[in-house]
Protein backbone atom coordinates (compact mmCIF):
# COMPACT_ATOMS: atom_id res chain seq x y z
CA UNK A 1 0.00 0.00 0.00
CA UNK A 2 1.61 3.23 -1.31
CA UNK A 3 2.83 5.86 1.70
CA UNK A 4 1.07 8.67 -0.33
CA UNK A 5 -2.39 7.03 -1.00
CA UNK A 6 -2.75 6.48 2.25
CA UNK A 7 -2.01 10.28 3.70
CA UNK A 8 -4.24 11.62 0.55
CA UNK A 9 -6.80 9.72 2.49
CA UNK A 10 -5.85 11.06 5.41
CA UNK A 11 -5.75 14.15 4.17
CA UNK A 12 -9.58 14.34 3.12
CA UNK A 13 -10.51 12.22 6.55
CA UNK A 14 -11.63 9.32 4.35
CA UNK A 15 -10.86 7.49 7.80
CA UNK A 16 -12.99 4.58 6.76
CA UNK A 17 -10.68 3.84 3.55
CA UNK A 18 -7.61 4.05 5.84
CA UNK A 19 -9.40 1.72 7.36
CA UNK A 20 -9.69 -0.35 4.98
CA UNK A 21 -6.58 -0.15 2.91
CA UNK A 22 -4.43 -0.61 6.86
CA UNK A 23 -6.68 -3.27 7.90
CA UNK A 24 -7.17 -1.24 11.38
CA UNK A 25 -10.40 -3.06 12.21
CA UNK A 26 -10.01 -2.78 15.75
CA UNK A 27 -8.36 -0.24 18.33
CA UNK A 28 -5.57 -2.09 19.07
CA UNK A 29 -4.57 -1.99 14.96
CA UNK A 30 -5.84 1.41 14.80
CA UNK A 31 -3.36 2.45 17.66
CA UNK A 32 -0.20 0.23 15.39
CA UNK A 33 -0.72 2.47 12.45
CA UNK A 34 -0.89 5.67 14.49
CA UNK A 35 2.48 5.19 15.95
CA UNK A 36 3.80 3.34 12.89
CA UNK A 37 3.65 7.19 11.01
CA UNK A 38 4.39 8.93 14.54
CA UNK A 39 7.38 6.94 13.24
CA UNK A 40 7.72 7.12 9.69
CA UNK A 41 10.54 9.76 8.40
CA UNK A 42 9.41 12.38 6.60
CA UNK A 43 6.83 12.66 9.47
CA UNK A 44 3.66 13.14 7.61
CA UNK A 45 1.38 16.29 8.60
CA UNK A 46 1.02 15.97 11.72
CA UNK A 47 -2.65 17.90 11.49
CA UNK A 48 -3.28 14.69 9.67
CA UNK A 49 -2.36 12.34 12.24
CA UNK A 50 -4.15 14.22 14.90
CA UNK A 51 -7.52 13.85 12.79
CA UNK A 52 -6.75 10.11 12.84
CA UNK A 53 -5.92 9.57 16.36
CA UNK A 54 -9.56 11.80 17.23
CA UNK A 55 -11.28 9.06 14.97
CA UNK A 56 -10.12 6.09 16.70
CA UNK A 57 -11.35 7.45 20.18
CA UNK A 58 -14.69 8.17 18.57
CA UNK A 59 -14.54 4.93 16.89
CA UNK A 60 -13.56 2.23 19.17
CA UNK A 61 -14.38 4.93 22.10
CA UNK A 62 -10.67 4.39 23.60
CA UNK A 63 -8.29 6.51 24.72
CA UNK A 64 -4.93 6.18 22.92
CA UNK A 65 -2.25 4.12 25.13
CA UNK A 66 -0.15 6.81 27.53
CA UNK A 67 3.20 6.34 25.47
CA UNK A 68 1.79 6.32 22.08
CA UNK A 69 -0.39 9.94 23.39
CA UNK A 70 3.02 11.14 24.37
CA UNK A 71 4.36 10.43 21.49
CA UNK A 72 2.15 12.55 19.48
CA UNK A 73 3.00 15.25 22.11
CA UNK A 74 6.64 15.38 21.45
CA UNK A 75 5.69 15.51 17.90
CA UNK A 76 3.55 18.19 18.23
CA UNK A 77 5.77 20.21 20.64
CA UNK A 78 9.06 19.91 18.40
CA UNK A 79 7.18 21.01 15.40
CA UNK A 80 5.62 23.94 17.40
CA UNK A 81 2.01 22.88 16.52
CA UNK A 82 0.79 24.63 19.96
CA UNK A 83 -2.81 25.05 19.32
CA UNK A 84 -2.82 21.20 18.72
CA UNK A 85 -0.81 20.54 20.97
CA UNK A 86 -2.97 22.60 23.75
CA UNK A 87 -6.49 20.97 22.01
CA UNK A 88 -4.56 17.33 22.83
CA UNK A 89 -3.72 17.98 26.40
CA UNK A 90 -7.38 19.26 27.54
CA UNK A 91 -8.38 15.91 25.82
CA UNK A 92 -6.08 13.73 28.31
CA UNK A 93 -6.65 15.93 31.43
CA UNK A 94 -10.43 15.81 31.05
CA UNK A 95 -10.21 12.05 30.64
CA UNK A 96 -8.46 11.90 34.13
CA UNK A 97 -7.05 8.17 33.33
CA UNK A 98 -3.39 9.32 34.31
CA UNK A 99 -1.51 11.05 36.74
CA UNK A 100 0.50 14.46 35.96
CA UNK A 101 3.97 12.56 36.41
CA UNK A 102 3.01 9.41 34.75
CA UNK A 103 1.94 12.11 31.69
CA UNK A 104 5.28 13.61 32.15
CA UNK A 105 7.12 10.73 32.51
CA UNK A 106 6.30 9.00 29.21
CA UNK A 107 7.52 11.66 26.84
CA UNK A 108 9.91 9.96 24.76
CA UNK A 109 13.42 10.52 25.57
CA UNK A 110 14.72 11.18 22.45
CA UNK A 111 12.47 14.05 22.06
CA UNK A 112 13.67 18.16 21.56
CA UNK A 113 14.76 19.22 24.79
CA UNK A 114 12.68 21.80 25.26
CA UNK A 115 9.92 19.77 24.41
CA UNK A 116 8.76 18.04 28.06
CA UNK A 117 8.94 21.26 29.81
CA UNK A 118 6.93 23.08 27.62
CA UNK A 119 4.16 20.25 27.79
CA UNK A 120 4.18 20.43 31.17
CA UNK A 121 3.54 24.00 31.16
CA UNK A 122 0.49 23.70 29.01
CA UNK A 123 -0.23 20.69 31.16
CA UNK A 124 -0.69 22.61 34.18
CA UNK A 125 -2.84 24.97 32.29
CA UNK A 126 -5.10 22.21 30.99
CA UNK A 127 -5.72 20.67 34.24
CA UNK A 128 -6.28 23.68 35.74
CA UNK A 129 -8.77 24.98 33.12
CA UNK A 130 -10.51 21.41 33.42
CA UNK A 131 -11.03 22.60 36.93
CA UNK A 132 -8.19 19.94 38.45
CA UNK A 133 -6.28 22.31 40.76
CA UNK A 134 -4.35 19.54 43.02
CA UNK A 135 -3.00 17.62 39.49
CA UNK A 136 -2.57 21.19 37.96
CA UNK A 137 -0.16 21.46 41.24
CA UNK A 138 1.77 18.26 41.19
CA UNK A 139 2.37 18.97 37.59
CA UNK A 140 3.71 22.53 38.61
CA UNK A 141 5.86 21.00 41.40
CA UNK A 142 7.07 17.79 38.72
CA UNK A 143 7.98 20.49 36.12
CA UNK A 144 9.69 22.79 38.69
CA UNK A 145 11.97 19.28 39.81
CA UNK A 146 12.69 17.81 36.78
CA UNK A 147 13.15 21.08 34.37
CA UNK A 148 14.79 23.16 37.07
CA UNK A 149 15.91 25.67 34.30
CA UNK A 150 12.87 25.71 32.75
CA UNK A 151 10.98 28.73 33.61
CA UNK A 152 7.09 28.56 33.37
CA UNK A 153 4.66 30.91 31.36
CA UNK A 154 2.90 33.29 33.46
CA UNK A 155 -0.27 32.47 31.75
CA UNK A 156 0.05 28.47 33.15
CA UNK A 157 1.11 30.02 36.56
CA UNK A 158 -1.93 32.31 36.67
CA UNK A 159 -4.41 29.90 35.61
CA UNK A 160 -2.97 27.05 38.45
CA UNK A 161 -3.16 30.22 41.06
CA UNK A 162 -6.56 30.82 40.02
CA UNK A 163 -8.04 27.17 39.55
CA UNK A 164 -6.45 26.89 43.61
CA UNK A 165 -8.02 29.47 45.03
CA UNK A 166 -11.66 28.66 43.89
CA UNK A 167 -10.78 25.30 44.94
CA UNK A 168 -10.29 27.35 48.21
CA UNK A 169 -6.51 26.53 48.84
CA UNK A 170 -5.18 29.83 49.60
CA UNK A 171 -2.20 27.70 51.08
CA UNK A 172 -1.15 26.27 47.87
CA UNK A 173 -1.91 29.29 45.80
CA UNK A 174 0.83 30.94 48.54
CA UNK A 175 3.35 27.91 47.84
CA UNK A 176 3.23 28.07 44.12
CA UNK A 177 3.77 31.80 43.71
CA UNK A 178 6.63 31.68 46.05
CA UNK A 179 7.79 28.61 43.57
CA UNK A 180 6.98 30.56 40.58
CA UNK A 181 9.16 33.37 41.69
CA UNK A 182 11.65 31.39 42.39
CA UNK A 183 11.63 29.75 38.85
CA UNK A 184 11.99 33.52 37.27
CA UNK A 185 8.34 33.86 36.76
CA UNK A 186 7.43 37.28 36.02
CA UNK A 187 4.78 38.25 37.50
CA UNK A 188 1.95 40.39 36.51
CA UNK A 189 -0.75 42.12 38.12
CA UNK A 190 -3.34 39.27 37.89
CA UNK A 191 -0.68 37.07 39.25
CA UNK A 192 -0.48 39.51 41.92
CA UNK A 193 -4.33 40.11 42.26
CA UNK A 194 -5.32 36.21 42.02
CA UNK A 195 -3.15 35.73 45.09
CA UNK A 196 -4.87 38.54 47.41
CA UNK A 197 -8.22 37.76 46.33
CA UNK A 198 -6.81 34.03 48.01
CA UNK A 199 -5.57 35.16 50.95
CA UNK A 200 -8.38 37.63 51.85
CA UNK A 201 -10.55 34.66 51.21
CA UNK A 202 -8.69 32.49 53.44
CA UNK A 203 -8.98 35.50 56.08
CA UNK A 204 -4.77 36.01 56.12
CA UNK A 205 -5.20 39.78 55.46
CA UNK A 206 -1.63 40.48 56.69
CA UNK A 207 -0.40 38.37 54.39
CA UNK A 208 -2.13 39.63 51.42
CA UNK A 209 -1.35 43.37 52.39
CA UNK A 210 2.77 42.12 52.62
CA UNK A 211 1.59 40.64 48.85
CA UNK A 212 0.54 43.55 47.82
CA UNK A 213 3.24 46.40 49.16
CA UNK A 214 5.58 43.64 46.64
CA UNK A 215 3.64 44.59 43.67
CA UNK A 216 5.69 48.29 43.17
CA UNK A 217 8.85 46.42 43.66
CA UNK A 218 7.98 44.32 40.34
CA UNK A 219 7.85 47.14 38.65
CA UNK A 220 3.86 47.30 38.58
CA UNK A 221 1.29 49.45 39.79
CA UNK A 222 -1.69 48.35 42.58
CA UNK A 223 -5.32 48.58 40.64
CA UNK A 224 -8.31 49.53 41.70
CA UNK A 225 -9.02 45.71 41.56
CA UNK A 226 -6.07 45.28 44.06
CA UNK A 227 -7.66 47.77 46.48
CA UNK A 228 -11.22 46.26 46.01
CA UNK A 229 -10.32 42.88 46.91
CA UNK A 230 -8.03 44.54 50.24
CA UNK A 231 -10.77 46.43 51.22
CA UNK A 232 -13.15 43.69 50.89
CA UNK A 233 -11.21 41.21 52.68
CA UNK A 234 -11.36 43.42 55.88
CA UNK A 235 -14.87 44.21 55.22
CA UNK A 236 -16.08 40.47 55.28
CA UNK A 237 -13.14 38.69 57.48
CA UNK A 238 -11.52 41.69 59.56
CA UNK A 239 -12.00 41.76 63.42
CA UNK A 240 -12.19 44.49 65.81
CA UNK A 241 -10.97 47.58 64.02
CA UNK A 242 -11.68 46.39 60.80
CA UNK A 243 -13.14 49.56 59.24
CA UNK A 244 -10.13 51.50 60.35
CA UNK A 245 -8.15 49.45 57.97
CA UNK A 246 -10.49 49.98 55.27
CA UNK A 247 -10.12 53.18 56.58
CA UNK A 248 -6.51 53.69 55.90
CA UNK A 249 -6.45 51.69 52.28
CA UNK A 250 -8.67 53.88 50.92
CA UNK A 251 -6.77 56.58 51.83
CA UNK A 252 -3.67 55.48 50.50
CA UNK A 253 -6.12 53.75 47.23
CA UNK A 254 -7.12 57.94 46.82
CA UNK A 255 -3.46 59.12 47.73
CA UNK A 256 -2.01 56.74 44.55
CA UNK A 257 -4.32 58.53 41.76
CA UNK A 258 -6.60 55.38 42.03
CA UNK A 259 -10.17 56.49 41.81
CA UNK A 260 -12.70 54.39 43.94
CA UNK A 261 -15.19 52.68 41.14
CA UNK A 262 -18.66 50.98 41.66
CA UNK A 263 -17.40 48.23 42.96
CA UNK A 264 -15.62 50.19 45.97
CA UNK A 265 -18.23 51.62 46.81
CA UNK A 266 -20.61 48.61 47.20
CA UNK A 267 -18.31 47.17 49.17
CA UNK A 268 -17.77 50.00 52.17
CA UNK A 269 -21.21 50.53 52.24
CA UNK A 270 -21.39 46.59 52.76
CA UNK A 271 -18.89 46.76 55.33
CA UNK A 272 -20.14 49.75 57.38
CA UNK A 273 -23.35 48.07 57.67
CA UNK A 274 -21.98 44.92 58.90
CA UNK A 275 -20.28 46.96 61.31
CA UNK A 276 -23.79 48.74 62.33
CA UNK A 277 -22.41 52.00 61.40
CA UNK A 278 -25.33 52.93 59.23
CA UNK A 279 -24.15 56.77 59.41
CA UNK A 280 -20.90 56.20 57.69
CA UNK A 281 -22.69 53.70 55.35
CA UNK A 282 -25.13 56.79 54.51
CA UNK A 283 -21.92 59.31 54.08
CA UNK A 284 -20.39 56.35 51.06
CA UNK A 285 -23.39 56.58 49.41
CA UNK A 286 -23.70 60.04 49.42
CA UNK A 287 -20.48 60.52 48.16
CA UNK A 288 -21.31 57.85 45.30
CA UNK A 289 -24.12 59.95 44.61
CA UNK A 290 -21.88 63.54 44.37
CA UNK A 291 -18.80 61.05 42.55
CA UNK A 292 -21.40 60.72 39.84
CA UNK A 293 -21.02 56.84 39.94
CA UNK A 294 -24.61 55.14 39.89
CA UNK A 295 -26.36 53.01 42.48
CA UNK A 296 -27.08 49.43 41.73
CA UNK A 297 -29.23 46.99 43.04
CA UNK A 298 -26.24 45.98 44.57
CA UNK A 299 -26.11 49.56 46.87
CA UNK A 300 -29.51 49.10 47.79
CA UNK A 301 -29.84 45.34 48.87
CA UNK A 302 -26.45 46.38 50.78
CA UNK A 303 -28.41 49.48 52.61
CA UNK A 304 -31.70 47.56 52.99
CA UNK A 305 -30.15 44.78 54.77
CA UNK A 306 -27.95 47.44 57.03
CA UNK A 307 -31.47 49.04 57.78
CA UNK A 308 -33.30 46.04 58.32
CA UNK A 309 -30.69 44.20 60.16
CA UNK A 310 -31.07 47.21 62.66
CA UNK A 311 -34.52 46.43 63.09
CA UNK A 312 -35.02 50.28 60.84
CA UNK A 313 -37.41 48.57 58.52
CA UNK A 314 -39.23 51.47 57.61
CA UNK A 315 -36.17 53.24 56.01
CA UNK A 316 -35.41 49.82 54.26
CA UNK A 317 -39.14 50.25 52.91
CA UNK A 318 -38.28 53.63 51.67
CA UNK A 319 -35.07 52.35 49.87
CA UNK A 320 -37.05 49.40 48.17
CA UNK A 321 -39.12 52.09 46.59
CA UNK A 322 -36.10 54.51 45.75
CA UNK A 323 -34.81 51.65 44.05
CA UNK A 324 -38.14 51.09 41.61
CA UNK A 325 -38.11 55.20 41.31
CA UNK A 326 -34.85 54.97 39.59
CA UNK A 327 -35.85 52.08 37.65
CA UNK A 328 -34.03 49.13 39.76
CA UNK A 329 -35.92 46.01 40.11
CA UNK A 330 -35.42 44.87 43.57
CA UNK A 331 -34.59 41.01 43.69
CA UNK A 332 -35.26 38.25 45.65
CA UNK A 333 -32.64 38.93 48.13
CA UNK A 334 -33.37 42.47 48.63
CA UNK A 335 -37.06 41.88 49.48
CA UNK A 336 -35.89 39.20 51.35
CA UNK A 337 -33.99 41.19 53.74
CA UNK A 338 -37.16 43.50 54.47
CA UNK A 339 -39.38 40.44 55.57
CA UNK A 340 -36.32 39.22 58.13
CA UNK A 341 -36.65 42.79 59.25
CA UNK A 342 -40.16 42.38 60.31
CA UNK A 343 -39.65 38.72 61.70
CA UNK A 344 -37.04 40.48 63.73
CA UNK A 345 -39.37 42.61 65.37
CA UNK A 346 -42.37 40.40 65.59
CA UNK A 347 -44.64 42.25 63.08
CA UNK A 348 -45.68 39.07 61.17
CA UNK A 349 -48.68 40.39 60.00
CA UNK A 350 -46.92 42.94 57.84
CA UNK A 351 -44.64 39.96 57.16
CA UNK A 352 -47.17 38.04 55.67
CA UNK A 353 -48.43 41.15 53.74
CA UNK A 354 -44.99 41.92 52.60
CA UNK A 355 -44.83 38.17 50.51
CA UNK A 356 -48.10 39.02 49.00
CA UNK A 357 -46.71 42.35 47.27
CA UNK A 358 -43.70 40.28 46.68
CA UNK A 359 -45.59 38.67 43.76
CA UNK A 360 -47.26 42.02 42.62
CA UNK A 361 -43.37 43.58 42.78
CA UNK A 362 -42.71 40.54 39.82
CA UNK A 363 -40.72 38.81 42.48
CA UNK A 364 -41.03 35.30 43.46
CA UNK A 365 -40.35 34.24 46.58
CA UNK A 366 -37.98 31.35 47.18
CA UNK A 367 -37.15 28.82 49.93
CA UNK A 368 -35.09 31.54 51.54
CA UNK A 369 -38.25 33.52 52.03
CA UNK A 370 -40.62 31.05 53.58
CA UNK A 371 -38.19 29.68 55.80
CA UNK A 372 -37.63 33.02 57.10
CA UNK A 373 -40.99 33.37 57.76
CA UNK A 374 -40.75 30.15 59.60
CA UNK A 375 -37.89 31.51 62.06
CA UNK A 376 -40.36 34.58 62.46
CA UNK A 377 -42.69 32.30 63.79
CA UNK A 378 -39.88 29.82 66.08
CA UNK A 379 -39.00 33.39 67.63
CA UNK A 380 -42.56 34.06 68.31
CA UNK A 381 -43.55 30.10 69.94
CA UNK A 382 -46.34 29.83 67.30
CA UNK A 383 -44.67 26.81 66.33
CA UNK A 384 -48.02 26.18 64.53
CA UNK A 385 -47.82 28.79 62.49
CA UNK A 386 -44.47 27.91 61.81
CA UNK A 387 -45.27 24.25 60.28
CA UNK A 388 -48.38 25.72 58.54
CA UNK A 389 -46.01 27.93 56.78
CA UNK A 390 -44.05 24.66 55.99
CA UNK A 391 -46.76 23.49 54.64
CA UNK A 392 -47.82 25.82 52.51
CA UNK A 393 -43.72 26.21 50.91
CA UNK A 394 -44.76 22.47 49.67
CA UNK A 395 -48.13 23.54 48.03
CA UNK A 396 -46.24 25.97 46.30
CA UNK A 397 -43.94 23.30 44.69
CA UNK A 398 -40.88 24.84 47.10
CA UNK A 399 -38.51 21.83 48.77
CA UNK A 400 -37.71 23.07 52.50
CA UNK A 401 -34.07 23.22 52.72
CA UNK A 402 -31.85 21.83 55.59
CA UNK A 403 -32.21 25.75 56.93
CA UNK A 404 -35.80 25.22 57.19
CA UNK A 405 -35.59 22.31 59.20
CA UNK A 406 -33.28 23.78 61.10
CA UNK A 407 -35.82 26.79 62.19
CA UNK A 408 -38.57 23.86 63.10
CA UNK A 409 -36.41 21.78 65.10
CA UNK A 410 -34.87 24.97 67.28
CA UNK A 411 -38.26 26.04 68.25
CA UNK A 412 -39.44 22.03 68.91
CA UNK A 413 -36.52 21.22 71.22
CA UNK A 414 -36.90 24.75 72.87
CA UNK A 415 -40.18 23.36 73.20
CA UNK A 416 -39.28 20.22 74.70
CA UNK A 417 -41.38 18.57 71.97
CA UNK A 418 -39.48 15.84 70.83
CA UNK A 419 -41.97 13.60 69.19
CA UNK A 420 -41.88 16.02 66.67
CA UNK A 421 -38.17 16.65 66.14
CA UNK A 422 -38.26 12.51 65.49
CA UNK A 423 -40.62 13.51 63.14
CA UNK A 424 -38.70 16.28 61.12
CA UNK A 425 -35.97 14.28 61.36
CA UNK A 426 -37.08 11.34 59.57
CA UNK A 427 -38.59 13.59 57.09
CA UNK A 428 -35.72 14.70 56.21
CA UNK A 429 -34.06 11.34 55.75
CA UNK A 430 -37.15 10.70 53.26
CA UNK A 431 -36.45 13.62 51.09
CA UNK A 432 -32.73 13.27 51.01
CA UNK A 433 -32.05 16.57 53.20
CA UNK A 434 -28.76 16.26 54.95
CA UNK A 435 -28.10 17.02 58.53
CA UNK A 436 -25.92 19.82 58.76
CA UNK A 437 -23.82 21.13 61.93
CA UNK A 438 -26.39 23.55 62.69
CA UNK A 439 -29.03 20.37 63.22
CA UNK A 440 -26.30 18.39 65.78
CA UNK A 441 -25.36 21.94 67.58
CA UNK A 442 -29.11 22.01 68.12
CA UNK A 443 -29.78 18.85 69.05
CA UNK A 444 -26.64 18.31 70.91
CA UNK A 445 -27.23 21.96 72.44
CA UNK A 446 -31.01 20.65 73.89
CA UNK A 447 -30.02 17.30 75.21
CA UNK A 448 -27.22 18.48 77.25
CA UNK A 449 -29.95 21.24 78.60
CA UNK A 450 -32.07 18.32 79.62
CA UNK A 451 -29.41 16.43 80.88
CA UNK A 452 -28.88 13.94 78.12
CA UNK A 453 -25.39 14.00 77.87
CA UNK A 454 -24.42 10.72 76.97
CA UNK A 455 -27.58 11.08 74.13
CA UNK A 456 -25.49 14.27 72.97
CA UNK A 457 -21.68 12.37 72.42
CA UNK A 458 -23.84 9.72 70.20
CA UNK A 459 -24.84 12.31 67.87
CA UNK A 460 -20.87 13.58 68.04
CA UNK A 461 -19.81 9.96 67.12
CA UNK A 462 -22.77 10.33 64.11
CA UNK A 463 -21.55 13.41 63.00
CA UNK A 464 -17.94 12.50 62.33
CA UNK A 465 -19.19 9.30 60.42
CA UNK A 466 -21.21 10.55 57.98
CA UNK A 467 -19.03 13.79 57.25
CA UNK A 468 -20.14 16.69 59.61
CA UNK A 469 -17.03 18.48 61.48
CA UNK A 470 -18.27 19.28 64.84
CA UNK A 471 -16.87 22.68 65.51
CA UNK A 472 -15.66 24.43 68.70
CA UNK A 473 -19.59 24.96 69.73
CA UNK A 474 -20.18 21.33 69.03
CA UNK A 475 -17.12 20.15 72.26
CA UNK A 476 -17.91 23.37 74.34
CA UNK A 477 -21.69 22.38 74.60
CA UNK A 478 -20.98 18.76 75.45
CA UNK A 479 -17.90 19.80 77.70
CA UNK A 480 -20.88 22.14 79.31
CA UNK A 481 -23.33 19.49 79.74
CA UNK A 482 -20.60 17.34 81.84
CA UNK A 483 -19.46 19.90 83.74
CA UNK A 484 -23.35 21.00 84.78
CA UNK A 485 -23.79 16.65 85.77
CA UNK A 486 -20.77 17.35 87.80
CA UNK A 487 -18.76 14.85 85.37
CA UNK A 488 -15.20 16.60 85.55
CA UNK A 489 -13.54 13.57 84.20
CA UNK A 490 -15.93 12.94 81.16
CA UNK A 491 -15.70 16.74 80.08
CA UNK A 492 -11.69 16.49 80.25
CA UNK A 493 -12.06 13.80 77.90
CA UNK A 494 -13.96 15.75 75.70
CA UNK A 495 -11.37 18.25 75.64
CA UNK A 496 -8.89 15.88 74.69
CA UNK A 497 -10.78 14.41 71.90
CA UNK A 498 -11.81 18.08 70.24
CA UNK A 499 -7.87 19.15 70.87
CA UNK A 500 -7.04 15.73 69.00
CA UNK A 501 -9.69 17.47 66.21
CA UNK A 502 -6.99 19.37 65.91
CA UNK A 503 -9.26 22.35 67.35
CA UNK A 504 -7.12 23.78 70.46
CA UNK A 505 -9.69 25.02 73.68
CA UNK A 506 -10.83 28.26 73.68
CA UNK A 507 -11.59 30.93 75.53
CA UNK A 508 -15.02 29.05 76.26
CA UNK A 509 -13.87 26.02 76.62
CA UNK A 510 -11.79 27.84 79.21
CA UNK A 511 -14.42 29.67 80.48
CA UNK A 512 -16.95 26.48 81.42
CA UNK A 513 -13.74 24.51 83.32
CA UNK A 514 -13.21 27.53 85.80
CA UNK A 515 -16.48 28.55 86.17
CA UNK A 516 -17.10 24.92 87.46
CA UNK A 517 -14.29 24.24 89.38
CA UNK A 518 -14.80 27.69 90.84
CA UNK A 519 -18.36 26.58 91.94
CA UNK A 520 -17.07 23.47 93.47
CA UNK A 521 -14.46 25.70 95.29
CA UNK A 522 -11.50 24.61 93.54
CA UNK A 523 -9.76 27.94 93.27
CA UNK A 524 -6.41 26.75 92.71
CA UNK A 525 -7.04 24.72 89.90
CA UNK A 526 -9.26 27.04 88.38
CA UNK A 527 -6.63 30.03 88.76
CA UNK A 528 -4.53 27.23 86.99
CA UNK A 529 -6.62 26.98 84.30
CA UNK A 530 -6.93 30.84 84.20
CA UNK A 531 -3.25 31.00 83.83
CA UNK A 532 -3.01 28.51 81.18
CA UNK A 533 -5.33 30.01 79.31
CA UNK A 534 -3.24 33.62 79.16
CA UNK A 535 0.18 31.61 78.60
CA UNK A 536 -1.84 29.90 75.50
CA UNK A 537 -2.46 33.74 74.48
CA UNK A 538 -5.58 33.08 74.72
CA UNK A 539 -7.75 37.08 75.58
CA UNK A 540 -10.17 36.77 78.51
CA UNK A 541 -14.28 38.02 77.44
CA UNK A 542 -16.46 39.59 79.69
CA UNK A 543 -17.30 36.21 81.03
CA UNK A 544 -13.93 35.17 82.18
CA UNK A 545 -13.80 38.42 84.12
CA UNK A 546 -17.58 37.83 85.22
CA UNK A 547 -16.58 34.66 86.66
CA UNK A 548 -13.15 35.58 88.35
CA UNK A 549 -15.00 38.23 90.04
CA UNK A 550 -18.06 36.78 91.42
CA UNK A 551 -16.72 32.69 91.20
CA UNK A 552 -13.04 34.01 93.14
CA UNK A 553 -12.72 37.45 94.60
CA UNK A 554 -16.40 37.76 95.97
CA UNK A 555 -15.47 34.37 98.11
CA UNK A 556 -12.65 35.76 99.19
CA UNK A 557 -9.81 34.67 96.38
CA UNK A 558 -7.48 36.60 94.74
CA UNK A 559 -6.36 35.23 91.84
CA UNK A 560 -2.16 34.12 91.18
CA UNK A 561 -1.75 35.71 87.58
CA UNK A 562 1.07 34.77 86.62
CA UNK A 563 3.39 37.74 86.40
CA UNK A 564 0.90 40.49 87.57
CA UNK A 565 0.81 41.63 91.02
CA UNK A 566 -2.25 41.11 92.96
CA UNK A 567 -2.89 44.55 93.09
CA UNK A 568 -2.29 44.96 89.42
CA UNK A 569 -4.88 42.15 88.67
CA UNK A 570 -7.13 43.56 90.73
CA UNK A 571 -7.08 47.11 89.02
CA UNK A 572 -7.53 45.19 85.94
CA UNK A 573 -10.48 43.52 87.21
CA UNK A 574 -12.32 46.45 88.12
CA UNK A 575 -11.70 48.92 84.93
CA UNK A 576 -12.84 45.98 82.94
Excluded at 117 to 137: G, N
Aim: charged share 20%; glycine share 6%; aromatic share 6%.
Amino acid sequence: MPLRTLLRHLAAGRFARVQALTGAATVAAAHRVLHLLLRTAPLPPLPHLVSLARWSRAQFRAPLPLPLHALLHARLASHRLYPLLRSELHALAAARLHSPASILRALPAASSPTAPPLIADMLVCALATDSQPLPAYEAFLFAGDNYPRHRPSVFSVNRLLSALVDAGRADLAERAFRAALRRRVSPDLFTFNIVISGLCKAGQLRKAGDVAKDIRAWGLTPSVVTYNTLIAGYCKRGRTGRMYHVDTLLKEMIEAGISPDEVTFNVLINGYCSDSNLAAALRVFEEMKEQGIAASAVTYTALVCGFCGEGKVEEGVKLVDEMQDLGLAPNVATMNNVLNGFCKKGMMADAENWIDGMVQRSVEPNVVTYTVLIDGYRRLGKMKDAVAVMDAMAGKGISPNVRSYNCLIAGFTHNGDWRNVSGLLDEMKEKGVCADIVTYNTLIGALCCKGDVRKAVRLLDEMVMVGVEPKHLTYNTIIHGYCEKGNIKSAYEIRTRMEKDRKRANVVTYNVFIKYLCRMGKMEEANELLNEMLEKGLVPNEVTYETIKEGMMEKGYVPDVRGLTCSESSQNLSST
